[in-house]
């Protein structure tokens, strides 16, 4: 009887334990690629419980960058709404900085004449969310279709 009670506090201190762990070791590679995805199926929800509340967006979007949870939701609001689809290429996460290439597609490219185009990411986490998301567009050609 003694041996189950030790192993009860054993695991309930454990399971207790889980959370904080999880964030501690969350992978900066995988939220980003959440938050792809939860951008790509539109649900702006999902994505934004990825971010900090003192988030900032700087790239095509968000010129002057974005900054705060409200703005930042805005303009991935917009992204959605303009059927903003991303396809990583590749990433690769350095501690709590991910870097990454992707080729994207929107509503308001197309309408610029531009099926596709590849841009490349800088998402900073801090305590497993997403405080900075950076994704610079210089001027390229688009990117060949099949």
């Known amino acids: 009887m003694r041996n189950r009670s030790a192993l009860a506090v054993i695991f309930v ?7 904080s762990m999880g964030l501690a070791q969350s992978d900066p590679v ?6 792809i995805d939860a951008r790509n199926r539109g649900d702006i929800v999902a994505m934004m ?7 900032v967006r700087e790239d095509g979007s968000c010129q002057p960058p974005c900054v705060g949870l409200a703005a930042v939701r805005a303009s991935f609001q917009k992204n959605i709404d303009e059927h ?3 396809k990583v290429i590749s990433a690769e996460g350095s501690g709590d900085t991910v ?6 597609s929107s509503d308001a490219f197309r309408a ?19 405080v900075s998301w950076t994704s610079p567009l210089p001027p390229q050609t688009p990117a060949k279709t099949n």
């Open 13 to 19: 201190a454990t399971v207790a334990s889980l959370p």
């Open 30 to 35: 995988a939220v980003f690629r959440q938050a």
């Open 99 to 104: 870097t990454a290439r992707a080729e994207i």
């Open 84 to 86: 903003f689809q991303s």
């Open 49 to 55: 419980a990825l971010f900090t509340d003192d988030a």
């Open 112 to 130: 610029r004449g531009i099926e596709k185009r590849m841009t490349s990411y800088t998402v900073k986490l801090r305590n497993g969310k997403i």
